[in-house]
């Protein structure tokens, strides 16, 4: 596989493009979420999504490791799945991370894209189910909604 600025853009819109499948299977993961930690979580929109996915793909940096990990999961299918378990979720965990940032959000993308994986079956073989469930965690843990993110952490020391 050759990863150039024009396959990074296709790979960008493919994901922009999947919103249809996205933002449900984001707003289902929240709702999920919500109820087992007994927290309110807002639904977000496409516009929402849309807006994210152009954010991750315009940083370059981020945008060429988004697109090789979807590239991969795009193509990959391993017949009777199990003995290609490994590769997908590995894959998967790391392209929530990568869309999520940097820490403690990518763990956190990481955490959910498993919670994600559970309930995702989509078509399209094995690394498209694990696609969809990483492009959920990694854009549901960017976005906001989850009332611990709003405001100020308790926990920011104010220099002296």
Same mark, same amino acid.
């Given at each position: ?5 024009? +396959? ?31 927290? !309110? ?19 370059? &940096?981020? =945008? ?12 990959? &299918? ?5 003995? !290609? ?5 590995? #894959?998967?965990?790391?392209? $929530? =991370? ?9 763990? #956190? $993308? ?19 189910? &694990?696609?969809?469930? =990483?492009?959920?965690? !990694?854009?549901?843990?960017? #976005?906001? !909604?989850?009332?611990? +993110? ?5 926990? =920011?020391?104010?220099?002296?």
């Amino acid at each position: 596989m050759k990863l150039t600025v024009e +396959r990074v853009a296709r790979e960008a819109d493919w994901v922009a493009d999947r919103a249809d499948q996205i933002v449900p299977l984001i707003n289902e993961t929240r709702q999920r979420l919500g109820e087992t930690f007994g927290t !309110g979580v807002s639904d977000v929109s496409a516009e929402q999504y849309d807006t994210e996915v152009t954010a991750v793909f315009a940083d370059g &940096d981020r =945008a060429v490791n988004a697109a090789a990990y979807v590239a991969i999961l795009r193509e990959l &299918d391993v017949e009777a799945d199990y003995p !290609g378990f490994v590769v997908d979720e590995v #894959l998967g965990r790391e392209l $929530a =991370a990568t869309i999520a940032g940097g820490t403690p959000l990518s763990l #956190l $993308a990481q955490a959910t894209f498993h919670f994600a994986d559970v309930t995702t079956h989509s078509a399209g073989g094995a690394g498209i189910d &694990d696609l969809d469930a =990483a492009l959920a965690a !990694g854009f549901q843990t960017r #976005l906001p !909604g989850w009332e611990w +993110r709003e405001g100020e952490s308790p926990f =920011a020391i104010t220099p002296e």
